[in-house]
Protein backbone atom coordinates (compact mmCIF):
# COMPACT_ATOMS: atom_id res chain seq x y z
CA UNK A 1 0.00 0.00 0.00
CA UNK A 2 2.80 2.33 0.64
CA UNK A 3 4.62 1.77 -2.82
CA UNK A 4 1.21 2.53 -3.96
CA UNK A 5 0.64 5.85 -2.26
CA UNK A 6 4.51 7.15 -3.36
CA UNK A 7 3.90 6.25 -7.44
CA UNK A 8 0.57 8.21 -7.09
CA UNK A 9 2.37 11.44 -5.08
CA UNK A 10 5.56 10.84 -7.49
CA UNK A 11 3.09 10.71 -10.29
CA UNK A 12 0.86 13.64 -9.11
CA UNK A 13 4.38 15.89 -8.69
CA UNK A 14 5.51 15.98 -12.12
CA UNK A 15 4.80 18.12 -14.90
CA UNK A 16 2.47 16.20 -17.73
CA UNK A 17 3.03 15.33 -21.05
CA UNK A 18 -0.76 16.54 -22.69
CA UNK A 19 -1.56 14.53 -25.68
CA UNK A 20 -5.18 16.28 -26.86
CA UNK A 21 -6.10 13.05 -28.34
CA UNK A 22 -9.04 10.56 -26.62
CA UNK A 23 -10.83 9.52 -29.01
CA UNK A 24 -12.88 11.66 -31.59
CA UNK A 25 -10.61 14.30 -30.66
CA UNK A 26 -9.04 16.82 -33.44
CA UNK A 27 -5.49 18.51 -33.09
CA UNK A 28 -3.30 20.56 -34.91
CA UNK A 29 0.22 22.36 -34.88
CA UNK A 30 -0.28 25.69 -33.41
CA UNK A 31 3.00 26.28 -33.46
CA UNK A 32 6.82 25.99 -31.73
CA UNK A 33 8.92 28.13 -29.67
CA UNK A 34 12.74 27.46 -28.58
CA UNK A 35 14.12 27.27 -25.41
CA UNK A 36 17.50 28.46 -25.40
CA UNK A 37 20.28 27.87 -22.13
CA UNK A 38 22.63 30.43 -21.89
CA UNK A 39 25.10 29.08 -23.58
CA UNK A 40 23.35 29.49 -27.08
CA UNK A 41 24.34 32.54 -29.35
CA UNK A 42 21.15 33.60 -28.46
CA UNK A 43 21.72 33.72 -24.74
CA UNK A 44 19.08 32.18 -21.97
CA UNK A 45 15.11 32.35 -23.22
CA UNK A 46 12.45 31.91 -25.18
CA UNK A 47 12.18 32.16 -29.26
CA UNK A 48 9.46 31.83 -31.72
CA UNK A 49 10.81 28.56 -34.16
CA UNK A 50 9.65 31.24 -37.00
CA UNK A 51 11.21 34.40 -35.81
CA UNK A 52 15.04 32.38 -35.58
CA UNK A 53 14.05 30.55 -38.89
CA UNK A 54 13.26 34.00 -40.50
CA UNK A 55 16.00 35.72 -39.13
CA UNK A 56 18.96 33.30 -39.26
CA UNK A 57 17.84 31.05 -42.07
CA UNK A 58 15.95 33.14 -44.46
CA UNK A 59 17.51 36.39 -43.67
CA UNK A 60 14.30 38.14 -42.99
CA UNK A 61 14.40 40.10 -39.95
CA UNK A 62 11.14 41.35 -38.40
CA UNK A 63 10.76 45.28 -39.33
CA UNK A 64 12.17 47.63 -36.81
CA UNK A 65 8.70 49.14 -36.70
CA UNK A 66 7.35 46.16 -34.92
CA UNK A 67 9.59 46.21 -32.55
CA UNK A 68 7.65 49.42 -31.07
CA UNK A 69 4.59 48.19 -30.45
CA UNK A 70 3.28 47.35 -26.97
CA UNK A 71 2.17 44.10 -27.24
CA UNK A 72 1.91 41.07 -29.67
CA UNK A 73 -1.53 41.32 -30.30
CA UNK A 74 -0.92 44.97 -31.55
CA UNK A 75 1.54 43.50 -33.72
CA UNK A 76 -0.35 41.13 -35.22
CA UNK A 77 -3.15 43.58 -36.16
CA UNK A 78 -0.66 46.23 -37.56
CA UNK A 79 0.43 43.60 -39.91
CA UNK A 80 -2.92 42.33 -40.82
CA UNK A 81 -4.02 45.84 -41.28
CA UNK A 82 -0.78 46.82 -43.75
CA UNK A 83 -1.92 43.73 -45.57
CA UNK A 84 -5.47 44.97 -45.90
CA UNK A 85 -4.15 46.95 -48.68
CA UNK A 86 -2.83 44.34 -51.20
CA UNK A 87 -4.53 41.32 -49.75
CA UNK A 88 -8.14 42.51 -48.24
CA UNK A 89 -9.85 39.27 -48.31
CA UNK A 90 -7.18 37.25 -46.38
CA UNK A 91 -6.19 40.01 -43.85
CA UNK A 92 -10.63 40.29 -43.30
CA UNK A 93 -10.48 36.23 -42.53
CA UNK A 94 -6.81 36.41 -40.32
CA UNK A 95 -8.83 39.62 -38.63
CA UNK A 96 -11.63 37.13 -38.06
CA UNK A 97 -9.66 34.19 -37.01
CA UNK A 98 -7.53 36.32 -34.76
CA UNK A 99 -10.49 37.57 -32.50
CA UNK A 100 -11.87 33.93 -32.28
CA UNK A 101 -8.26 32.63 -31.29
CA UNK A 102 -7.96 35.56 -28.52
CA UNK A 103 -12.11 34.59 -27.51
CA UNK A 104 -11.08 30.92 -27.66
CA UNK A 105 -7.49 30.48 -26.33
CA UNK A 106 -6.79 28.59 -22.79
CA UNK A 107 -3.30 28.74 -21.27
CA UNK A 108 -2.38 25.49 -19.67
CA UNK A 109 -0.12 25.12 -16.48
CA UNK A 110 1.97 21.73 -15.69
CA UNK A 111 1.53 20.26 -18.90
CA UNK A 112 3.93 20.02 -21.94
CA UNK A 113 2.43 19.25 -25.32
CA UNK A 114 3.44 16.26 -26.71
CA UNK A 115 5.07 17.55 -30.08
CA UNK A 116 3.23 17.59 -33.10
CA UNK A 117 5.14 15.44 -36.64
CA UNK A 118 4.43 18.19 -38.82
CA UNK A 119 6.99 20.94 -38.05
CA UNK A 120 10.12 19.70 -40.69
CA UNK A 121 12.07 22.13 -38.71
CA UNK A 122 15.42 22.31 -40.74
CA UNK A 123 17.48 23.77 -37.82
CA UNK A 124 18.00 24.26 -34.26
CA UNK A 125 20.56 26.61 -32.63
CA UNK A 126 23.20 24.65 -30.33
CA UNK A 127 21.97 24.48 -26.85
CA UNK A 128 18.07 25.05 -27.92
CA UNK A 129 15.58 22.39 -28.13
CA UNK A 130 12.43 22.97 -29.67
CA UNK A 131 9.24 22.78 -27.46
CA UNK A 132 5.60 22.27 -28.90
CA UNK A 133 4.16 25.80 -27.45
CA UNK A 134 0.40 25.93 -28.79
CA UNK A 135 -2.08 23.69 -30.40
CA UNK A 136 -5.21 23.81 -31.73
CA UNK A 137 -7.74 21.31 -30.90
CA UNK A 138 -11.89 20.55 -31.54
CA UNK A 139 -13.85 18.56 -28.73
CA UNK A 140 -15.82 15.37 -30.35
CA UNK A 141 -19.45 16.58 -31.35
CA UNK A 142 -18.23 20.24 -31.54
CA UNK A 143 -16.92 22.87 -34.47
CA UNK A 144 -15.30 25.23 -31.84
CA UNK A 145 -11.36 25.25 -32.40
CA UNK A 146 -9.72 25.54 -28.97
CA UNK A 147 -6.62 26.89 -29.07
CA UNK A 148 -4.38 25.71 -26.15
CA UNK A 149 -1.17 27.41 -25.24
CA UNK A 150 2.15 26.60 -22.62
CA UNK A 151 1.64 28.81 -20.24
CA UNK A 152 5.21 28.81 -18.94
CA UNK A 153 6.74 29.00 -21.91
CA UNK A 154 4.02 32.15 -23.37
CA UNK A 155 5.33 34.10 -20.25
CA UNK A 156 9.14 33.48 -21.08
CA UNK A 157 8.45 35.19 -24.54
CA UNK A 158 8.97 38.29 -25.48
CA UNK A 159 6.36 40.32 -27.33
CA UNK A 160 7.81 39.96 -31.04
CA UNK A 161 8.45 36.22 -30.07
CA UNK A 162 4.63 35.64 -28.96
CA UNK A 163 3.29 37.60 -32.01
CA UNK A 164 5.36 35.25 -34.30
CA UNK A 165 3.47 32.47 -32.90
CA UNK A 166 -0.20 34.07 -33.14
CA UNK A 167 0.82 34.76 -36.94
CA UNK A 168 1.63 31.37 -37.50
CA UNK A 169 -1.78 30.14 -36.33
CA UNK A 170 -3.69 31.89 -38.71
CA UNK A 171 -1.25 31.40 -41.57
CA UNK A 172 -1.07 27.68 -40.59
CA UNK A 173 -5.25 27.42 -39.89
CA UNK A 174 -5.72 28.58 -43.71
CA UNK A 175 -2.75 26.33 -44.96
CA UNK A 176 -4.90 23.13 -43.61
CA UNK A 177 -8.00 24.10 -45.67
CA UNK A 178 -8.60 21.35 -48.14
CA UNK A 179 -8.01 23.73 -51.02
CA UNK A 180 -4.54 24.09 -49.92
CA UNK A 181 -3.70 20.33 -48.20
CA UNK A 182 -0.40 21.68 -46.78
CA UNK A 183 1.12 18.45 -44.50
CA UNK A 184 3.36 20.39 -42.47
CA UNK A 185 4.03 24.22 -41.68
CA UNK A 186 7.10 24.51 -43.75
CA UNK A 187 5.23 27.07 -46.39
CA UNK A 188 3.18 28.92 -43.25
CA UNK A 189 6.57 29.55 -41.53
CA UNK A 190 7.70 31.23 -44.53
CA UNK A 191 5.29 33.59 -45.62
CA UNK A 192 5.07 34.56 -41.73
CA UNK A 193 8.15 35.30 -41.80
CA UNK A 194 7.96 37.54 -45.09
CA UNK A 195 4.90 39.24 -43.37
CA UNK A 196 6.36 40.44 -40.51
CA UNK A 197 10.09 41.35 -42.58
CA UNK A 198 7.85 43.04 -45.56
CA UNK A 199 5.19 44.65 -43.48
CA UNK A 200 6.29 48.40 -44.49
CA UNK A 201 6.58 47.56 -47.95
CA UNK A 202 3.84 44.89 -49.24
CA UNK A 203 4.02 44.49 -52.78
CA UNK A 204 0.49 42.81 -54.55
CA UNK A 205 2.59 41.05 -57.26
CA UNK A 206 5.60 40.02 -55.18
CA UNK A 207 2.42 38.80 -52.59
CA UNK A 208 0.61 37.13 -55.59
CA UNK A 209 3.85 35.25 -57.00
CA UNK A 210 4.90 34.37 -53.42
CA UNK A 211 1.28 32.71 -52.50
CA UNK A 212 1.67 30.79 -55.55
CA UNK A 213 5.04 29.21 -54.81
CA UNK A 214 4.10 28.26 -51.31
CA UNK A 215 0.95 26.69 -52.72
CA UNK A 216 -2.02 29.07 -51.24
CA UNK A 217 -4.81 28.96 -53.56
CA UNK A 218 -5.68 31.95 -53.56
CA UNK A 219 -5.09 35.60 -53.57
CA UNK A 220 -6.19 38.92 -54.62
CA UNK A 221 -5.83 41.27 -57.68
CA UNK A 222 -7.11 45.05 -57.55
CA UNK A 223 -9.94 44.26 -55.72
CA UNK A 224 -10.83 40.31 -57.57
CA UNK A 225 -9.88 36.89 -55.79
CA UNK A 226 -8.10 35.00 -58.23
CA UNK A 227 -7.24 31.16 -58.40
CA UNK A 228 -3.43 30.69 -58.27
CA UNK A 229 -3.83 26.86 -58.52
CA UNK A 230 -5.55 23.81 -58.38
CA UNK A 231 -5.52 20.40 -57.12
CA UNK A 232 -6.38 17.14 -59.47
CA UNK A 233 -9.01 14.84 -57.87
CA UNK A 234 -6.29 13.06 -55.83
CA UNK A 235 -5.76 15.80 -53.82
CA UNK A 236 -1.93 15.91 -53.18
CA UNK A 237 0.88 18.06 -54.72
CA UNK A 238 1.79 15.51 -57.18
CA UNK A 239 -1.72 16.72 -58.95
CA UNK A 240 -1.11 20.19 -58.09
CA UNK A 241 -1.02 22.69 -61.23
CA UNK A 242 -0.50 26.38 -60.78
CA UNK A 243 -3.25 28.56 -62.77
CA UNK A 244 -2.08 30.42 -65.43
CA UNK A 245 -1.69 34.31 -65.23
CA UNK A 246 -1.14 35.91 -68.38
CA UNK A 247 1.01 39.75 -68.28
CA UNK A 248 1.14 42.17 -70.51
CA UNK A 249 3.42 42.07 -72.98
CA UNK A 250 6.92 44.01 -71.18
CA UNK A 251 4.64 44.45 -67.90
CA UNK A 252 4.02 43.00 -64.78
CA UNK A 253 0.04 43.73 -64.66
CA UNK A 254 -1.92 40.70 -65.13
CA UNK A 255 -3.90 40.61 -68.26
CA UNK A 256 -5.98 37.68 -67.45
CA UNK A 257 -6.45 34.92 -64.06
CA UNK A 258 -8.97 32.31 -63.40
CA UNK A 259 -11.19 33.59 -60.74
CA UNK A 260 -11.63 32.29 -57.22
CA UNK A 261 -14.80 30.08 -56.39
CA UNK A 262 -16.44 32.69 -54.51
CA UNK A 263 -15.29 36.53 -53.73
CA UNK A 264 -17.15 39.46 -53.48
CA UNK A 265 -15.41 42.30 -55.22
CA UNK A 266 -17.01 46.41 -55.49
CA UNK A 267 -16.78 47.79 -58.67
CA UNK A 268 -17.97 51.84 -58.26
CA UNK A 269 -21.63 52.06 -56.58
CA UNK A 270 -21.64 47.91 -57.38
CA UNK A 271 -21.13 44.98 -55.02
CA UNK A 272 -20.55 41.21 -57.11
CA UNK A 273 -21.42 38.14 -55.15
CA UNK A 274 -19.55 34.70 -56.58
CA UNK A 275 -20.20 31.58 -54.65
CA UNK A 276 -19.70 28.29 -56.29
CA UNK A 277 -20.30 25.19 -56.00
CA UNK A 278 -17.34 22.96 -56.82
CA UNK A 279 -16.63 19.45 -56.84
CA UNK A 280 -13.01 18.07 -57.61
CA UNK A 281 -13.85 15.80 -61.35
CA UNK A 282 -11.69 15.80 -64.56
CA UNK A 283 -12.70 18.69 -66.84
CA UNK A 284 -11.38 22.21 -67.31
CA UNK A 285 -12.06 24.98 -65.06
CA UNK A 286 -13.23 27.62 -67.48
CA UNK A 287 -13.85 30.69 -65.38
CA UNK A 288 -11.55 33.86 -65.72
CA UNK A 289 -11.33 37.87 -65.57
CA UNK A 290 -9.59 39.87 -68.01
CA UNK A 291 -7.75 43.39 -67.04
CA UNK A 292 -7.24 46.75 -68.75
CA UNK A 293 -3.51 47.77 -68.82
CA UNK A 294 -4.30 50.03 -65.87
CA UNK A 295 -4.92 47.24 -63.53
CA UNK A 296 -9.25 48.07 -63.65
CA UNK A 297 -11.62 45.13 -64.59
CA UNK A 298 -12.38 44.61 -68.08
CA UNK A 299 -14.55 41.63 -68.37
CA UNK A 300 -15.73 38.31 -65.97
CA UNK A 301 -16.54 35.30 -66.78
CA UNK A 302 -18.04 33.34 -64.95
CA UNK A 303 -18.89 29.64 -66.78
CA UNK A 304 -16.61 29.99 -69.90
CA UNK A 305 -16.50 27.00 -72.83
CA UNK A 306 -12.92 25.25 -73.56
CA UNK A 307 -12.57 27.11 -77.09
CA UNK A 308 -9.57 25.58 -78.58
CA UNK A 309 -7.37 26.92 -75.51
CA UNK A 310 -3.84 24.98 -75.45
CA UNK A 311 -3.79 22.26 -72.20
CA UNK A 312 -0.73 24.45 -70.78
CA UNK A 313 -3.31 27.57 -70.76
CA UNK A 314 -6.20 25.67 -69.26
CA UNK A 315 -6.51 26.78 -65.47
CA UNK A 316 -6.91 23.07 -64.20
CA UNK A 317 -9.59 20.51 -63.27
CA UNK A 318 -12.00 22.19 -60.87
CA UNK A 319 -15.32 22.14 -62.09
CA UNK A 320 -17.95 25.15 -61.13
CA UNK A 321 -21.36 26.13 -61.84
CA UNK A 322 -21.96 29.56 -61.10
CA UNK A 323 -22.97 33.24 -62.22
CA UNK A 324 -24.03 36.22 -61.01
CA UNK A 325 -27.89 36.92 -60.88
CA UNK A 326 -27.90 34.74 -63.87
CA UNK A 327 -25.36 36.34 -65.95
CA UNK A 328 -22.24 34.72 -67.38
CA UNK A 329 -20.49 37.62 -68.32
CA UNK A 330 -19.92 41.25 -67.26
CA UNK A 331 -18.28 43.70 -69.14
CA UNK A 332 -16.64 46.88 -68.03
CA UNK A 333 -15.40 50.17 -69.47
CA UNK A 334 -12.35 51.94 -68.35
CA UNK A 335 -14.04 53.84 -65.42
CA UNK A 336 -14.86 50.55 -63.88
CA UNK A 337 -18.59 51.04 -64.52
CA UNK A 338 -20.70 48.21 -65.73
CA UNK A 339 -21.56 48.28 -69.16
CA UNK A 340 -23.18 44.74 -70.19
CA UNK A 341 -24.10 41.61 -68.66
CA UNK A 342 -25.57 38.85 -70.50
CA UNK A 343 -25.75 34.61 -70.87
CA UNK A 344 -24.10 34.68 -74.02
CA UNK A 345 -21.41 31.74 -73.62
CA UNK A 346 -17.72 32.92 -73.32
CA UNK A 347 -14.78 30.87 -74.38
CA UNK A 348 -11.23 30.96 -72.74
CA UNK A 349 -9.61 31.71 -76.09
CA UNK A 350 -10.89 34.74 -76.55
CA UNK A 351 -9.36 35.82 -72.94
CA UNK A 352 -6.26 33.31 -73.03
CA UNK A 353 -5.01 33.90 -76.63
CA UNK A 354 -6.13 37.27 -77.64
CA UNK A 355 -3.11 39.23 -79.12
CA UNK A 356 -2.64 42.57 -77.36
CA UNK A 357 -0.62 44.93 -78.65
Known amino acids: MKSLIFILLAFSSKSLALDSRP ?15 SQSFLGAGVFSVDHIEATYLHALPAAESLKLLRDEVEVVRYILNKLHTVNPTRAELYTQWLQELLNSREFVKNFAFIPLPDSSTTMIPEYCKQEQAAIFITT ?12 NLWEQAS ?7 LLHELIYREALLGENNHTN ?23 LELLRSLHFSRGDYNGVTLRLFVRTPSGNLTGLRLAPIIYFPGS ?17 EDIF ?6 SFINEKFPSFVEFYPSGKIKKMVFQA ?13 LKTQCSYK ?22 LSDAYLADVD
Open 273 to 278: HRVCNE
Open 305 to 317: TDGNVPSSYTPGY
Open 140 to 151: PGKSKLRFLFNQ
Open 159 to 165: TLDRAYL
Open 252 to 268: SNIRVAPLADSFTVRIG
Open 23 to 37: QGYERGNGGFLMTCS
Open 185 to 207: SVAARYLNAWLFHSVEDLNQQDL
Open 326 to 347: GKNKLEFNENGELTSASSVPES
